[in-house]
């Protein structure tokens, strides 16, 4: 019989596994992550966002994890209400909790009390005043009150970059024609600039990685891109397969050439090690990709149920 305690990788308070996907990405288009309008020394209105590289102490363009997040996120919801899933945005007030809903219980029980009841909670659905649990994308990425299973990293250039400057028009929707005193001028990182690229999830079932892993073939696909200025012609970036690696260690990682599943609505997925690099790493992603697919009908069920995994019962 399916338990609240069979969904365990939902608490931070055990380390089942820990899957880190890293690797460079390459723009294929021209790149902007703004930092918003110019200073008053910038040469272009819409500037890169920049950090100081702490080797050559000059300042390099950056793909922040922020950024990388929420191009995850955005098309990881879209991706889940295509089938059919209720999911939040993940925007301000548009999540599952308020970051209140866990004040009672750490008020009146002890740690280790505190800490079942909240999981209890959140697995059963009886956490939120809505009579709704949490949906799989806060669990994911996080909501107030409950920490981000997956952290990403700051991207930054592995060789040489070159930034380039565009000279762009607002075109008035009335006229046609250029807008009047709309002529601005965009600074962006020239296709071809290759950039690192890590991500980390900490106890992700198999289903939820391969959500992450079917986004990040949908970047590789160009239909989602990164940054600003997207519909201008910017943003496209592709994985360079060859520079691809996977890695999984923990309790609950590689045993026997299989990533064990992690809850009853996960299934097994075939690994052959638990270091992968290049294609073998690529395949993977395919594999996870499947798992997200085997395990649809069970998370259309529990979200038709209000995301709540198992029924509430009396202790």
Not at 154 to 174: E, F, N, Q, W
Request: proline content about 4%; aromatic content about 8%.
């Amino acid at each position: 019989m399916v338990s609240w305690r069979d969904f365990e990788w939902i608490g931070h308070h055990k380390l089942y596994r820990i899957v880190t996907i890293e690797g460079a990405v390459e723009n294929i288009e021209p790149l902007h992550v703004g930092a918003g309008k110019k200073k008053g020394w910038e040469v272009a209105d819409l500037i890169v966002l920049k950090v100081v590289d702490p080797v050559s102490g000059e300042e390099v363009p950056v793909i922040p994890g922020s950024s990388w997040k929420g191009v995850f996120r955005a098309e990881a919801v879209a991706i889940a209400r295509q089938n059919g899933l209720e999911v939040c945005d993940g925007l301000p007030r548009a999540t599952c909790l308020e970051g209140r809903e866990f004040d009672e219980i750490e008020k009146n029980y002890p740690p280790a009390e505190c800490l079942e009841m909240k999981l209890r909670g959140i697995v059963e659905g009886t956490i939120s005043e809505t009579g709704k649990g949490v949906c799989l994308l806060c669990l994911i990425f996080g909501t107030p009150g409950l920490r981000s299973h997956v952290s990403f990293y700051d991207s930054t250039p592995v060789s040489g970059y070159r930034l380039g400057y565009r000279r762009s028009v607002a075109i008035s929707r009335r006229t046609g024609a250029a807008a009047y005193g709309s002529l601005f001028t965009v600074e962006y990182v020239e296709p071809g600039s290759i950039f690192n690229f890590r991500l980390t999830a900490v106890n992700l079932p198999n289903y939820a990685l391969g959500l992450l892993s079917t986004v990040m073939k949908e970047i590789n696909l160009g239909i989602v891109k990164v940054g600003g200025l997207k519909s201008r012609g910017y943003g496209t970036v592709r994985f360079i397969e060859e520079r691809f690696k996977i890695s999984v260690s923990g309790i609950k990682g590689v045993k026997n050439g299989v990533l064990e599943a992690l809850d009853p609505y996960d299934c097994e997925v075939e690994v052959s090690s638990s270091v992968l690099e290049g294609s073998e790493a690529w395949k993977v992603l395919e594999e996870l990709s499947s798992a997200w697919t085997k395990s649809l009908s069970k998370l259309k069920e529990v979200s038709r149920k209000g995301w709540k995994w198992v029924e509430s019962k009396a202790s």
